[in-house]
């Protein structure tokens, strides 16, 4: 059973444009969430984050939006960039628990 | 010099070896974790550690063991490999506190025959 889910497994989009991931989640304990991204041969790595006391948390070009009611967060890429071609991976951890739980990755492929 | 280092980085062996992979941190961090990424499934924990006195079973512990032999030391085992366990595995480190986020290893990519 999956408690967090990205529904979709990759992504294109022009450079310049938005990119939009999403992510569910089904445990209403989690109340803190992350985005990590990973290139081809390498470790994933740190992008954003997100308590779930705040809707909303911008970081340059990357903002992340969380939606509680409906579970669901999304990543916001503003401009995209051909360097931002990576997996990115939605995660949920809460507090008091010690595992973080990972979705599947969304493939984002920008075109120049 | 990378902060989180896996050893080896490839390896392929047979059905029923045993095999170690190895990971080392130099952040300084209390915890560690072992995870396996497979297609689809994205990253499972496997095991995780808050100092060299706890260990921890993740959500796929069946068919692996792990050694914390100092601060920033932290080995898995296969004991008799097995073709599902082929996977990209993964050794993290973090800060105590459950919003610290995870420095990751590059990745071991371990085949089975």
């Known amino acids: 059973d999956q408690q967090v889910k990205q529904n979709s497994p990759s992504l294109s989009v022009q450079e310049g444009r938005i990119s939009i991931l999403n992510c569910d989640y089904t445990?209403?304990?989690?109340?803190?969430f992350l985005w990590y991204k990973k290139y081809p041969a390498e470790g994933p790595t740190f992008l954003i984050s997100i308590s779930s006391i705040k809707d909303k948390n911008e970081d340059g070009r990357f903002t992340v939006f969380l939606n509680k009611s409906a579970k669901h967060l999304s990543l916001h890429i503003v401009p995209s960039q051909p360097g931002d071609s990576a997996v990115y991976f939605c995660?949920?951890?809460?507090?008091?628990?010690?595992?973080?739980?990972f979705g599947a990755g969304t493939r984002l492929f920008v075109k120049a | 010099d990378a902060d989180v280092t896996q050893t080896p980085r490839n390896r392929i062996t047979k059905t029923g070896k045993r095999i170690m992979l190895e990971c080392s941190q130099t952040?300084?961090?209390?915890?560690m974790y072992w995870y396996r990424q497979d297609p689809g499934l994205g990253l499972r924990l496997i095991y995780y550690?808050?100092?060299?006195?706890?260990?921890n079973k993740g959500e796929i512990s069946d068919g692996y063991s792990v050694s914390r032999q100092a601060q920033a030391k932290f080995s898995l085992s296969l004991e008799s490999a097995i073709p599902n366990q082929t996977a990209l595995y993964f050794c993290?480190?973090?800060?105590?506190?459950?919003?610290?986020?995870?420095?990751f290893g590059p990745g071991t990519r371990l085949t089975v025959l």
């Open positions: 995660a949920a951890t809460n507090t008091g628990g010690f595992k973080t739980i």
């Open positions: 550690s808050f100092d060299v006195k706890d260990i």
């Open positions: 993290a480190t973090s800060r105590e506190g459950y919003t610290d986020t995870q420095y």
């Open positions: 445990n209403s304990m989690f109340d803190y």
């Open positions: 952040k300084g961090h209390d915890r």
